[in-house]
Every structure is written in structure tokens, then in C-alpha cells.
């Protein structure tokens, strides 16, 4: 477990058991929920809408998550025969309004330069950064919405002849809502995806008495290493071991062909670090 350099240090562990992770993910979920009160996962359940036409079917949905009283919208489609007639619209709306009537004072979306970054802007949502560490030359842009700022906004109209709107979470929505995102993906970076497919990384140090003590998870996709959790236990921060969870991440997602990572924290995580 110690490395030839410094025989008082502990190694990265590459191939971590499913118990090691859960053990890492359990210290960085316990940081989370003191720094914030026990309110981190707040709200929850995460919210699923899906858009269906008079005869029942799904032809749109947005799935979202939350942390910390924040909405993300994670997937939005609308079948492309119902595009431009301001379903896209109704469903952000609707996401906005139930999220806002559960305590939610802000919503954040990721969108690529070949999805939807003027729609976004349109229905409120302030562009506040830009990353570029993908290849193919794509682009992806940051934007958020204040929603404690905004009155109630409810896109459910009484024309009959729209399409409704209703909560779903079933994995068979979901599959329907995936794949038609999915095909839109395919159209535009499939090849792109090949090379340099969505591949997961779990990363843990353990001492010699088995404990782990860090741990990091993310994934590479196109050119990018995404981290997605990075922990160190208390006694052991300030020793270097956040670093060398790090740079072990890099070096692995630089063999696989990245070019840049990328990476998220709030205020009161490691951000200096």
C-alpha cells in the first residue's frame, strides 16, 4: 500500500470494492450534510415531468435533481414534430413553478453550443460561464435563473388543444424521454462519443489498518474528466492525499484522451484547494 518513494504514505487504489466506494461516498455525504445543516439533498424527491399528446403518448419530458434548495435541469426533450410550439417552454416553466412552491430558490443548467443555449436565454436563464475542454471544438455553456426573484409562472394553459403536463418517474418514461435525447446526441457528436466514450472512475486511499481514508469518483466523456466527489478523512487532510487522488485521476483520464477537467464546488467545500 505505500509507495517506493515515501514508505509513510498511503496509495491510490484504482480498483476499489463497491464497499470501499460506499465508504468513501458515506464521509463526503456526512461533510455535505454538516456543512448545510442536514439540508444538502434538499429538496427531495427529485422532480420528473413528462409531456403527453391527447392520445396519451410521450413526446417531451425534463428530468431534473436538486442540491441544496437549487433545481438542475438535467434532461429536456420534446419529439422534434412538436418543436418550436413552446412545449420546451411549458415543461422549464412547470419544473420552475413546482420547484419554487417546494422551497427551491435558484435553477442551473449545462447545455452543449449544439443544443439549446438561446432557448435557455430566452425563458430567463443568465449565461454565467463557458468551459471548452472538450474536442471536436464543442462548447458548454453554464447558465441559472433565480426563482425567489420571479412570480409564479405556470405554463398549464386552458386551451384543450395543448398537451399536458404531468409528474412521472417511472423507469419506462424515463426510457422513452432518454432515448429520444439520445438520438439527438447520435446526430451530433456519435462519432465523437466513440473515441472517447463515457467511461466512470472510483478512486480510494486506504491506511494499514484498512480504513479508507479519501476517495474520488467522476467520468471522462469527450475530451473532458468530470469530477464528480473528492474526499479526505479530517485526520488525514493537509497531508497531500487530496492531490494525489488528483493527479492519479489525471493521469488515467489523460491516457484515455483527455484534454481538460472540469469540476464544481460550493462555498463552503475546497475551492482554494
Avoid at 184 to 193: A, G, K, P
Wanted: proline share 2%.
Amino acid at each position: 500500500m505505500k509507495t517506493k518513494s515515501d514508505s509513510s504514505r498511503f496509495s491510490v487504489i484504482a480498483n476499489p470494492t463497491e464497499d470501499d466506494v460506499k465508504e468513501f461516498q458515506k464521509g463526503l455525504e456526512v461533510y455535505n450534510m454538516e456543512k448545510t445543516n442536514g439540508e444538502f439533498n434538499s429538496p427531495q424527491p427529485w422532480l420528473n415531468l413528462v409531456l403527453k399528446d391527447q392520445e396519451g403518448k410521450i413526446v417531451g419530458g425534463l428530468f431534473t435533481s436538486t442540491l441544496f434548495w437549487s433545481l438542475y435541469l438535467e434532461v429536456l426533450w420534446v419529439d422534434d414534430k412538436y418543436r418550436g410550439l413552446g412545449y420546451g417552454r411549458d415543461l422549464v416553466l412547470e419544473a420552475q413553478r413546482l420547484a419554487k412552491k417546494d422551497g427551491c430558490i435558484s435553477s442551473h443548467v449545462y447545455t452543449f453550443s449544439w443544443q439549446a443555449p438561446d432557448f435557455y436565454q430566452a425563458v430567463g436563464y443568465k449565461l454565467i460561464a463557458t468551459y471548452e475542454g472538450y474536442h471536436g471544438g464543442i462548447t458548454e455553456l453554464i447558465l441559472m435563473k433565480r426563482l425567489d426573484t420571479i412570480d409564479e409562472e405556470s405554463p398549464q394553459n386552458l386551451d384543450s388543444t395543448r398537451f399536458t403536463i404531468s409528474k412521472d418517474s417511472t423507469e419506462e418514461s424515463q426510457a422513452i424521454v432518454r432515448k429520444g435525447l439520445g438520438s439527438n446526441f447520435d446526430q451530433h457528436v456519435s462519432d465523437l462519443m466513440k473515441k472517447y466514450p463515457h467511461t466512470g472512475y472510483k478512486l480510494v486511499i486506504k491506511n494499514d489498518d484498512g480504513q479508507v481514508i479519501g476517495g474520488m469518483n467522476g467520468y471522462t466523456t469527450m475530451g473532458t474528466m468530470f469530477v464528480e466527489g473528492l474526499w479526505v478523512d479530517e485526520s488525514y487532510r493537509g497531508q497531500g492525499y487530496g492531490k494525489d487522488l488528483l493527479m492519479h485521476a489525471e493521469k488515467l483520464a489523460k491516457e484515455k484522451g483527455c484534454i481538460a477537467g472540469q469540476t464544481a464546488c460550493f462555498s463552503f467545500q475546497e475551492l482554494a484547494f
